[in-house]
């Protein structure tokens, strides 16, 4: 029985894709960790490898990469233990959340330094520091905080 309802639902969902249709998503295995619907994983550099992984050294325009898209199935906070296949969107618009408040049409930057609650692969509007780098073909075409439209294209 529904209880509540509202004229104005949310957009989306962290880690949702935004537009219907065919998008290029490649299923890896996450090799450590957790990761969550909405950052950015790279893909593992060892040849023959089929892993993903949360950026823990600046990401390069040679890095391959992209956005964890929102488990269809599974546990309901929607987050990727060790050792499970993850989907990642690598070309298409995804809805992110970032640490801070960011403006449409802005490069999007990548965590790859975490301390205390701080998450590796996280998305934020500037290098906080040298935490964090601008990924080349991720950029908002949102403004917010919480839910974010991100543009994925691949690296060239």
Known sequence: MQTSYTNAPAEGVVGQVVTGGIK????????????????????????GSEDCQHPQAAVTALTKGGIVLRKAYGQSDGVYADNEPVDVLVEGEVW?????????????F????????????ALRLDADGTDAVAVTGLRTLTAGTSLVKVEVKPAA
Do not use: D, K, M
């Open 24 to 47: 290029p998503v490649i299923v890896r295995r996450l090799a450590n960790g957790t990761v969550r619907p909405g950052q950015y994983v790279i893909f593992a550099v060892n040849s």
């Open 96 to 108: 992110c959340a970032f640490e801070s408040a960011i403006t449409a049409l802005q490069s999007v």
């Open 110 to 121: 990548v965590r790859h330094v975490a301390a205390g609650a701080e998450q590796y692969g």
